[in-house]
């Protein structure tokens, strides 16, 4: 690891991540460098999606933007990549036109035979970490930065799908008629996952996110059968892999999309994210175990002009205070999904201003 970044300035994400004393709640957004900002637009004017993902100067001054823009008020940053580079490391054709498309998709079992049989991520995804050094470098310690991946059934997913799909009905047919075979790929992908987020640790990323989008299209038993054991794999691998290279615990986060926050929970993660549809108090009345919790405000939320964000982030603020006893502990706070592109940044500046004011601790 990289011992030579600047010293960080602001840490309270990993605080709040921790289960520490904060005076506030952090807060960033997810999707945070993308289609919403001009700066971004203009970048991809000249630049296909996964170009930028591959080239270490432009993802990391996509990661920037936002931090420049929202100087003072967000407290991370998210490395700018995308969650479908592991298909893309084990030999699959991903395209982005402009949402994601698998030109050859996997159609049976048997075509997993056409995927690399080992994956090298220093050679498949180096240019991932590279973005991630050159990044904590010129952050100069303002906050730290995310890495991420894909959890393996949201990857798997597409990978089956060819893109995305609102029934997901081939994938999920996997899981039924193919049960040990679809099991079998989603520890191969998972292997993969803890390699590439044990990188980019090392890499420089000082907290990390699994995407799993797709959990909230399993039931709560296919969930803890087929997604859930892959999840825990991640977390421990991840845990057990970093103190043998002398790397100490970095927080994790799971936003596992519509799926049981209680499930998720117990899948080894400091922090567990939290979708629009669920409501804090009843989140942490119903958890073992005592995590943080991110989130949670509904995205579309910020078309609805200035006083409408005001009163709703009051009102997402005043239910994790009450979730948490009157206080703001254990919390992040964020987007209950990503961004959409059509947002003004101009009233998502407004959601971060009114986070900082009804997230206070007095």
């Not at 432009?58 to 990549?81: M, N, W």
């Not at 892999?241 to 400091?270: E, M, Q």
Request: with cysteine.
């Amino acid at each position: 690891m990289n011992d030579d970044f600047p010293p960080l300035r602001n840490d309270l994400l990993l605080r709040a991540a921790r289960g520490e004393y904060i005076d506030r709640a952090p807060v960033w957004v997810m999707r945070q460098a993308g289609r919403y900002l001009p700066e971004f637009r203009k970048v991809r004017e000249d630049h296909e999606f996964f170009k930028i993902c591959r080239t270490p100067e432009l993802a990391t001054e996509v990661t920037l933007q936002p931090i420049r823009r929202y100087t003072g008020l967000v407290d991370a940053a998210i490395i700018f990549s995308d969650i479908l580079v592991i298909p893309q490391a084990l030999g699959m054709e991903v395209l982005m036109n402009p949402g994601p498309t698998f030109p050859s998709p996997l159609e049976t079992p048997a075509d997993v035979a056409k995927l690399s049989e080992k994956v090298d991520v220093d050679e498949e995804l180096g240019y991932v970490f590279e973005a991630l050094r050159m990044t904590r470098q010129k952050l100069e310690g303002q906050v730290p930065l995310i890495g991420f991946c894909g959890a393996p059934w949201t990857l798997m997913a597409y990978m089956i799908e060819g893109g995305a799909s609102k029934t997901l009905q081939k994938s999920k047919t996997w899981l039924f008629k193919y049960p040990e075979e679809s099991k079998a790929l989603l520890k191969r992908i998972s292997d993969i996952c803890v390699d590439f987020l044990v990188g980019q640790v090392k890499a420089g990323a000082q907290l990390l996110q699994v995407f799993d989008s797709n959990a909230g299209d399993l039931s709560p038993y296919d969930f803890e059968t087929f997604s859930a054991p892959t999840l825990r794999q991640i977390s421990t691998g991840v845990r057990d892999r970093l103190p043998g290279l002398g790397i100490p615990h970095v927080p994790l986060t799971i936003f596992a999309k519509g799926a049981s926050p209680a499930i998720a929970a117990r899948c080894g993660y400091d922090t567990v994210g939290l979708d629009w549809t669920e409501d804090p108090r009843d989140v942490v009345a119903a958890l073992d175990v005592d995590v943080c919790l991110q989130g949670n405000l509904d995205p579309v939320v910020l078309f609805g002009g200035r006083d409408a964000i005001e009163r709703e982030v009051k009102r997402m603020c005043g239910a994790f205070r009450s979730a948490r006893g009157g206080v703001t502990r254990g919390w992040i706070a964020n987007l209950g999904h990503g961004i959409t592109p059509g947002v003004d940044p101009e009233d998502l500046r407004w959601f971060f201003e009114c986070v900082h004011k009804y997230s206070a601790n007095m």
